[in-house]
């Protein structure tokens, strides 16, 4: 026992001793938290800078009411005729020129554009979409709405979802919290698995290839050996992953209140608002404010989700599945000379968790009580990734826990298997593997 | 101290150990000998515990071999190396930890070790900014460190340039003399001359040949001499001898003779005194050299 340790004292203490390792670590985050505070800051920007002024020529003795200026857009209404407007655009203080001619309400036609440059896309939509506001309040109007009633008609509708636990207790949850903590939390599993997964092959390939395992393997025993470098190399892993959770929270915080001051985000959930309606109109600018949207969300809802469960099924799951994996790993490390040879059999050990890692991104965000769901968070292929993404939606103890038990045997099958597999591969050089010949060191006894 | 009985070891569809024995005295040095593929490092995998044999037993000083003789056995591979990351220092301290060597005790014992070899300041360097020759230093401390009493060293000359090899050499001796016994495994016969007491050769799985240096020398005795005299007389067969050879050297003649059954050296002499000066009569005796090629060779045309 004494031993193993030792192992793992080296194996750890080598690895984050390593540069790489500090370099990553503190990189990783500011990274993560320079990513999302750009992307919070330019999406603010986007919003609070978006400023398009419109003259607009109108002959069109239709349309009451004039186009209504909001932060993004100003019209003003021009009494020249539009070649006169046209030709004095460039030295005018307006970007664009809007000619309304004169329409039937039925049919809305001869609307032109003019600019210095090429409206976007999104300037175009916006416009329309308010010449039809326009159109549709004439409509109205004339079957005999008021504008009092006209003003009435606008309501805002927020469904507030709610999850009613197995005790019977109401919990308000989130669909956007749920699948936005869901996909981050399987696209980290399938990180964390694949990176140290692979670590533990290039650890093993390294002692074989340096002969350093000989020397090793006269005072340890191989599983020692195998298990000792696993486990060490787990906990670089909560090392790495827990200095993350720590610093990225750190550094979000801090970067989001630089960039973005406390002011600021209530404008933001205020333009949200104003601009729910053209969002509707507006796929870019829809994803734009859709950005603020699950981050408010996540936010507000965050309570209603069992944070502290989450983390200690990520946990749970992230050691399950690392040691599932990693013992396969071992294994193709100790039956390779080199890492160039891993490749026949790295394919057979990724496609499984590459499968469960597309379904789960796909089909189990879509259904997460579905039976492929289900099936996935059993299976220990599969089951770290499907599990916790379903888990932020919600799952019930005994799936879990069934889940659980089946991800530990799993494991102990596998580190079993590759103990057996290792010990053999370990002293074979110079001789190309098969998987029948790993099969055969499986069945050699000691 | 070392006893192995009746090992065998299969792997598959091939027999590496066929029911091999051999005892190893205390304070000796022991050759292992034997072609390539012969199971040597099968062997050799067995006593250090690296795999266990399918039947038969080996026992350290009348124990059967179990986990705790691991710290009482040091083992230099032919296949060997080290971390390249790690530092040397470092290095040798995690493997004599491995071996049950308390931190403090086994510095003490490294620093101890490093000055003798001089290999002071080489604490901090890295391995992959070592010679290979200096590597092997590193490895020959690291196996001795934690003081065993069986000390089995896979061609352990290998890789040294002749000062080095000299210096390991002498290492073993003072070792040996302090009462480690040895287990040598190598090819180089001339090494084996020079250090072993006792040998066992290997070949095809089976033990073919063991004992005393010296008595196996002597049992390959063919009854052959070389007799340099005066002149150039001519010998020719008699009831004493067989003449094999004859050469003749400026005024010298060189004469290779063979015995027949049951005379001894001093009936030829016998024979020749009345007639020629003798300078010189050596017996031919076969190097272990000579004794490993028949041996392997006579076993391979069966």
Same mark, same amino acid.
């Given at each position: 026992m004494n031993k193993i340790l030792l192992i793992i004292q080296r194996e750890y203490l080598s690895r984050v001793k390593k540069k790489s390792f500090i370099i990553m670590t503190f990189l990783t985050p500011l990274l993560i938290a320079g990513v999302y505070g750009l992307i919070g800051y330019f999406t603010y920007k986007g919003i609070k800078d978006t400023h398009d002024s419109v003259a607009v020529v109108s002959n069109n003795k239709t349309l009451t009411e004039q186009l209504q200026t909001d932060k993004n857009i100003s019209y003003t209404y021009l009494n020249s005729d539009l070649e006169k407007a046209k030709k004095t655009l460039n030295k005018s203080d307006y970007d664009y020129v809007l000619y309304l001619p004169e329409f039937s309400l039925e049919e809305p036609k001869g609307i032109e554009l003019f600019g210095a440059k090429q409206a976007g896309l999104s300037l175009n939509k916006r416009i329309a979409s308010d010449i039809e506001e326009l159109i549709r309040n004439q409509k109205l109007k004339q079957s005999g709405i008021s504008q009092s009633d006209l003003d009435k008609l606008k309501t805002d509708v927020d469904i507030t979802t709610k999850k009613i636990a197995e005790t019977g207790d109401e919990q308000e949850s989130s669909a956007g919290a749920s699948s936005f903590i869901a996909f981050t939390a399987g696209i980290l599993m399938f990180m964390f698995i694949m990176l140290y997964g692979v670590q533990v092959m290039r650890g093993v390939i390294e002692e074989k290839t340096s002969r350093i395992i000989e020397v090793m393997v006269s005072s340890v025993k191989p599983f020692q050996l195998m298990m000792g470098k696993i486990i060490g190399i787990a906990l670089v892993g909560l090392t790495q992953f827990m200095l993350w959770i720590v610093l990225t929270l750190t550094i979000s915080t801090a970067v989001v209140s630089i960039f973005v001051g406390k002011e600021d985000i209530k404008k933001i959930s205020a333009n949200t608002q104003v601009q729910g309606q053209i969002a509707q109109a507006n796929p870019s600018m829809a994803a734009a404010t859709t950005q603020a949207g699950p981050i408010g969300d996540i936010q507000k809802s965050l309570a209603g989700l069992d944070v502290g469960k989450i983390v200690c099924v990520f946990i749970f799951f992230f050691l399950g599945g690392y040691l599932f994996y990693s013992a396969l790993y071992a294994a193709i490390g100790s039956a390779v000379?080199?890492?160039?040879?891993?490749q026949q059999f790295m394919m057979p050990v990724m496609m499984p968790l590459l499968l469960g890692y597309a379904l789960s991104l796909s089909v189990v965000t879509n259904d997460p009580y579905g039976s492929t769901a289900f099936w996935l968070s059993m299976i220990p292929f599969t089951s770290p990734i499907a599990m916790v993404v379903r888990i932020p939606y919600g799952v019930a103890n005994w799936e879990l826990s069934l889940s659980m038990i089946i991800l530990v045997l799993g494991f102990i099958g596998t580190v079993w298997m590759a103990g057996r597999i290792y010990r053999v591969g370990i002293l074979m050089y110079g001789k190309k593997t098969t998987f029948k010949e790993m099969f055969k060191w499986f069945t050699y006894k000691n | 101290m070392l006893s192995v009985r009746n090992i065998v070891k299969q792997y598959a569809t091939h027999r590496? =150990?066929?029911?091999v024995s051999l005892e190893v005295e205390k304070g000796k040095i022991f050759g292992l000998l034997g072609p390539n593929g012969a199971g040597k490092t099968s062997l050799i995998r067995i006593i250090t515990q690296i795999t266990a044999p399918d039947s038969g037993d080996v026992f350290l000083n009348g124990e059967r =071999?179990?986990?705790?003789?691991i710290s009482q056995i040091g083992y230099l591979p032919e296949e060997r190396g080290l971390y390249?990351?790690?530092?040397i220092g470092e290095q040798v301290l995690y493997l004599s930890k491995l071996k049950g060597l308390h931190s403090s005790e086994a510095t003490k014992r490294i620093r101890y070790w490093f000055e003798k070899l001089e290999m002071k300041d080489w604490w901090n360097k890295k391995v992959e900014d070592l010679s290979k020759g200096m590597q092997q230093k590193v490895q020959f401390v690291a196996t001795v460190l934690h003081q065993p009493e069986l000390i089995i060293l896979d061609e352990?000359?290998?890789?040294?340039d002749p000062v080095n090899a000299d210096i390991i050499k002498n290492e073993i001796l003072e070792l040996n003399k302090n009462g480690a016994t040895f287990i040598f495994s190598t090819h180089r016969m001339e090494s084996v001359e020079e250090l072993c007491d006792n040998i066992a050769l290997i070949n095809k799985s089976q033990k073919i040949l063991d004992g005393a240096v010296d008595d196996i020398k002597a049992s390959y005795r063919s009854n052959t001499y070389w007799v340099e005299y005066e002149g150039n007389y001519t010998l020719s067969n008699n009831e004493v001898f067989q003449v094999l050879q004859t050469e003749v050297v400026k005024e010298h003649t060189l004469v290779k003779l063979k015995l027949q059954e049951n005379r001894t050296a001093n009936e030829a002499l016998i024979q020749l005194l009345p007639h020629v000066n003798i300078h010189r009569l050596d017996e031919v005796i076969p190097t272990m050299n000579d004794i490993f090629i028949e041996k392997v060779k006579g076993q391979n045309h069966e």
């Open positions: 000379d080199s890492e160039t040879e891993t | 590496a =150990l066929d029911n =071999l179990n986990t705790k003789h390249k990351k790690m530092e352990p000359f290998s890789g040294f």
